[in-house]
C-alpha cells in the first residue's frame, strides 16, 4: 500500500457534534465539513470527524476507512485507528522510508481528559473521473478482545461534490509556480472555452515539426550569455526550420518556444530571469524574421517540476519514494527545496542536481508550416477529394444539427476519433466533447498525440485549468490566443478572474 499522507490532529476541546454532520458507526461518528478536491491528478479529501470517549469499550480499537462508490466501481482510501495504543512508531516520517515494512495507518490514541474530541481526516488518492458524483461510505471495523472483528458500512453521501483547485498545492506539475486562486466549481468545461474545428476548411495542407534543444549538454547554452544564447537557439531553429522551407510553397505560419529551468537559486529570481530572457529571446527571433510578431509565442516554466517528479520517478535513486512525497505535497514557497536537501543527509538532492535538473534545462519548439498545393486555387481541389475527408466533413456538418454537448453531438464527435483516428480535426474536437462531459482521461488520450499541434493548444490548455495545472495551462492558451483563437482569449479572462 502507498503511503498517503494524512494529516491528523487530535484537539483537546470540549465541543459538540455539529447538528449538520452525517453519522456512521451506529451513529457515534458525525462527519462533517467535507471537502472534495481535485488538484493536479489527485483527488483530495478532508473531512472533520467527531466522536464521544465512550464510542468504544477498554480494549477495543475501531478502524476508519473511507469508501468512495460508483456503481461496480469503488476505491477504499488510508484508515485510521481509533483509540489504538502505538502511536509513536507512526510518527517518524523519515524512519517510513527508510523501513518500508513498518505499517502506514495512522492512530487516534485514546484521551480519557476530554468527553468529545474529532480529528481532521485528510489524504489525497490518484483522480479517476468515474469518482465524480460518487457515493461516499464509512467502513468501520469493530475489534476487541475475545470476539470477531465486526465491520459496519454506512452510506454517508450519496454524491460527492468535487470541487478543482490550482495544483501548486499537491501537484508536481506545476512548474514551480504558487498561485493560489480559489477553486473551481466543476470538472466540467463550458461549452464556450472550446474550440472546435471545422474539417470542410482545410484548402492546404498543414505541417508541424517539434524539438527539443537541451541546454545542458556539453555546448552549455544555458550558460551562455544573453547574446551567444539567443545566436545559438536561432541557429538550432533555422537549421530545422530550413529543410521545410526549401520545399516551394512553404511558409511558416507559427513558431512557439517554450523554456524550461530547473530549481537552481531563488525560485522568485527565477521567475523573473526566466521571463526576461524569454522577451529577449524573442525579441531576437523577430529582428531576425524567424516570423512576424503575430506568429512567435516565447514562454518561460521557471521551474519545471513536472518533469523533475516523472524524472526521479522513473529512477533508481535512493528514497526515490520520499522525494516524490515532497514534491507532491511540500509547496515551493514553503521549503520543498530544504525539505529535499535535508533528507538523507543530502544525498537524493544530490544526485538530482547531477542527473534530474540538467535533464529539465530544455527548450522546446513546434513550428507549423503552410504548404499549398499546386491546385490550391480550384475550388474543387481540396483536403475534401479523399473520401475519408469528405466523410468527415458530413460528419461534422452533422453534429452541428445538434446542440454542442448534447448525446447525439457528443456520440458523433467520439465515432468521428475512432474512425479517423489519425486526423487532428477528429481528434481535438472529440477531445473538446470529452471536456464538456467533464472525462478528463478520455479527453486527454484523444489530444496526447496532437500536444505539438497550434490547433489543439486551445483545448490542451483547457483541460489543464480543469486539472488544476494552472502553469501549463496558461502557457498553452496564450500560445491558443497568439493564433487568435477567441475561446482562448475568454477562458484566459476567466483564469485571471479566479485567480484575483
Same mark, same amino acid.
Given at each position: 500500500?502507498?503511503?498517503?499522507?494524512?494529516a491528523?490532529?487530535?484537539?483537546?476541546?470540549?465541543?459538540g457534534?455539529?447538528?449538520?454532520?452525517?453519522t456512521?458507526?451506529k451513529?457515534? #461518528?458525525?462527519?462533517?465539513?467535507?471537502?472534495?478536491? $481535485?488538484?493536479?491528478?489527485l483527488?483530495r479529501?478532508q473531512?472533520?470527524?467527531?466522536y464521544?470517549?465512550?464510542?468504544?469499550?477498554?480494549?477495543e480499537?475501531?478502524t476508519?476507512?473511507?469508501? #468512495?462508490?460508483?456503481? !461496480?466501481?469503488?476505491?477504499?482510501? +488510508?484508515?485510521v485507528i481509533? *483509540?489504538g495504543?502505538?502511536r509513536?512508531?507512526f510518527?517518524?516520517?523519515?524512519?517510513?522510508?527508510?523501513?518500508r515494512?513498518?505499517?502506514?495507518?495512522?492512530?487516534v490514541?485514546?484521551?480519557?481528559?476530554?468527553?468529545?474530541?474529532y480529528?481532521? !481526516?485528510?489524504?489525497t488518492?490518484?483522480?479517476?473521473?468515474?469518482?465524480?458524483g460518487?457515493?461516499?461510505?464509512?467502513e468501520?471495523?469493530?475489534?476487541g478482545?475475545g470476539?470477531?472483528?465486526h465491520v !459496519?458500512?454506512?452510506?454517508?453521501?450519496?454524491?460527492i461534490?468535487?470541487?478543482?483547485?490550482?495544483a501548486?498545492?499537491v501537484?508536481?506539475?506545476v512548474?514551480g509556480?504558487?498561485?493560489?486562486?480559489?477553486?473551481?466549481?466543476?470538472t466540467?468545461?463550458?461549452?464556450?472555452w472550446?474550440q472546435?474545428?471545422?474539417?470542410?476548411?482545410?484548402?492546404?495542407?498543414e #505541417?508541424?515539426?517539434?524539438g527539443?534543444?537541451? @541546454?545542458?549538454? +556539453?555546448r552549455?547554452? &544555458?550558460?551562455?550569455?544573453?547574446r551567444k544564447?539567443?545566436?545559438?537557439?536561432?541557429?538550432?531553429?533555422?537549421?530545422?526550420l530550413d529543410?521545410?522551407?526549401?520545399i516551394?510553397?512553404?511558409?511558416?505560419?507559427?513558431?512557439?518556444?517554450?523554456?524550461?529551468?530547473?530549481?537552481?537559486g %531563488?525560485f522568485?529570481k527565477?521567475e523573473?530571469?526566466?521571463?526576461?530572457?524569454?522577451?529577449?529571446?524573442k525579441q531576437?527571433l523577430? %529582428?531576425?524574421?524567424?516570423?512576424g510578431?503575430?506568429g512567435?509565442?516565447?514562454?518561460?516554466?521557471p521551474?519545471?517540476?513536472?518533469s $523533475?517528479?516523472?524524472?526521479?520517478?522513473?529512477?533508481?535513486?535512493?528514497?526515490?519514494?520520499?522525494?516524490?512525497? $515532497?514534491?507532491r505535497?511540500v509547496d515551493?514557497?514553503?521549503?520543498?527545496?530544504?525539505?529535499?536537501?535535508?533528507?538523507?543527509?543530502?544525498?537524493? !538532492?544530490?544526485?538530482?542536481?547531477?542527473? $534530474?535538473?540538467?535533464?529539465?534545462?530544455?527548450?522546446?519548439?513546434?513550428?507549423?508550416?503552410q504548404?499549398?498545393?499546386?491546385?490550391?486555387?480550384?475550388?474543387?481541389?481540396?483536403? *475534401?477529394?479523399?473520401?475519408r475527408s469528405?466523410?468527415?466533413?458530413?460528419?461534422?456538418?452533422?453534429?452541428?444539427?445538434?446542440?454542442i454537448?448534447?448525446?447525439?453531438?457528443n456520440?458523433i464527435?467520439?465515432?468521428?476519433?475512432?474512425?479517423?483516428?489519425?486526423?487532428?480535426?477528429a481528434?481535438?474536437?472529440?477531445?473538446g466533447s470529452?471536456?464538456?462531459?467533464?472525462? @478528463?482521461?478520455?479527453?486527454?488520450?484523444?489530444?496526447?498525440?496532437w500536444?505539438?499541434d497550434p490547433?489543439?493548444? *486551445?483545448n490542451?490548455g483547457v483541460?489543464y485549468?480543469?486539472?488544476g %495545472?494552472l502553469?501549463?495551462a496558461?502557457?498553452?492558451?496564450?500560445?491558443?490566443?497568439?493564433? &487568435?483563437?477567441?475561446q482562448a482569449?475568454?477562458? @484566459?479572462e476567466?483564469?485571471?478572474?479566479?485567480?484575483k
Amino acid at each position: 500500500m502507498k503511503f498517503q499522507k494524512l494529516a491528523l490532529m487530535i484537539l483537546a476541546l470540549s465541543l459538540g457534534c455539529a447538528a449538520t454532520a452525517q453519522t456512521a458507526y451506529k451513529g457515534q #461518528l458525525y462527519v462533517n465539513k467535507e471537502k472534495f478536491t $481535485i488538484q493536479g491528478n489527485l483527488l483530495r479529501v478532508q473531512l472533520r470527524v467527531s466522536y464521544n470517549d465512550n464510542v468504544l469499550n477498554n480494549g477495543e480499537t475501531l478502524t476508519f476507512t473511507p469508501v #468512495l462508490k460508483n456503481g !461496480y466501481r469503488s476505491k477504499s482510501l +488510508s484508515s485510521v485507528i481509533i *483509540n489504538g495504543t502505538e502511536r509513536g512508531k507512526f510518527e517518524d516520517r523519515k524512519a517510513y522510508f527508510e523501513d518500508r515494512i513498518r505499517s502506514n495507518v495512522p492512530v487516534v490514541t485514546k484521551d480519557n481528559r476530554h468527553g468529545t474530541r474529532y480529528f481532521i !481526516y485528510d489524504t489525497t488518492i490518484p483522480y479517476v473521473d468515474w469518482m465524480h458524483g460518487a457515493a461516499f461510505f464509512v467502513e468501520s471495523e469493530e475489534r476487541g478482545w475475545g470476539h470477531k472483528p465486526h465491520v !459496519y458500512e454506512d452510506e454517508v453521501f450519496k454524491n460527492i461534490v468535487i470541487s478543482t483547485c490550482p495544483a501548486s498545492t499537491v501537484d508536481p506539475s506545476v512548474g514551480g509556480t504558487t498561485r493560489a486562486g480559489r477553486c473551481f466549481s466543476s470538472t466540467i468545461a463550458k461549452t464556450e472555452w472550446i474550440q472546435f474545428l471545422d474539417p470542410t476548411r482545410a484548402t492546404s495542407t498543414e #505541417l508541424a515539426i517539434s524539438g527539443t534543444i537541451p @541546454l545542458s549538454d +556539453s555546448r552549455k547554452i &544555458g550558460e551562455m550569455g544573453t547574446r551567444k544564447f539567443d545566436h545559438a537557439i536561432y541557429d538550432e531553429l533555422k537549421k530545422n526550420l530550413d529543410v521545410q522551407l526549401r520545399i516551394p510553397g512553404t511558409v511558416v505560419r507559427n513558431v512557439s518556444v517554450v523554456g524550461y529551468g530547473a530549481p537552481i537559486g %531563488n525560485f522568485k529570481k527565477n521567475e523573473v530571469k526566466s521571463s526576461e530572457r524569454a522577451l529577449k529571446l524573442k525579441q531576437f527571433l523577430m %529582428n531576425n524574421h524567424t516570423t512576424g510578431s503575430d506568429g512567435l509565442t516565447v514562454t518561460w516554466v521557471p521551474e519545471d517540476w513536472d518533469s $523533475i517528479y516523472s524524472l526521479v520517478d522513473k529512477s533508481d535513486m535512493k528514497l526515490r519514494g520520499a522525494v516524490l512525497d $515532497i514534491i507532491r505535497t511540500v509547496d515551493v514557497t514553503t521549503g520543498r527545496e530544504d525539505e529535499l536537501k535535508m533528507l538523507g543527509d543530502g544525498s537524493p !538532492y544530490s544526485f538530482m542536481q547531477h542527473y $534530474i535538473f540538467p535533464e529539465v534545462c530544455r527548450i522546446k519548439y513546434t513550428a507549423v508550416f503552410q504548404r499549398q498545393s499546386k491546385e490550391a486555387g480550384s475550388a474543387n481541389t481540396t483536403f *475534401n477529394d479523399n473520401p475519408r475527408s469528405m466523410s468527415l466533413s458530413q460528419m461534422y456538418v452533422t453534429a452541428n444539427n445538434f446542440r454542442i454537448g448534447s448525446k447525439e453531438f457528443n456520440d458523433i464527435m467520439d465515432l468521428s476519433a475512432r474512425l479517423f483516428p489519425d486526423n487532428a480535426e477528429a481528434n481535438i474536437n472529440a477531445a473538446g466533447s470529452a471536456l464538456i462531459r467533464g472525462n @478528463l482521461s478520455q479527453a486527454q488520450q484523444y489530444l496526447k498525440d496532437w500536444e505539438t499541434d497550434p490547433r489543439a493548444y *486551445n483545448n490542451i490548455g483547457v483541460m489543464y485549468m480543469i486539472k488544476g %495545472n494552472l502553469a501549463k495551462a496558461d502557457v498553452y492558451l496564450k500560445m491558443a490566443q497568439a493564433e &487568435g483563437v477567441e475561446q482562448a482569449s475568454r477562458v @484566459l479572462e476567466y483564469l485571471h478572474n479566479i485567480e484575483k
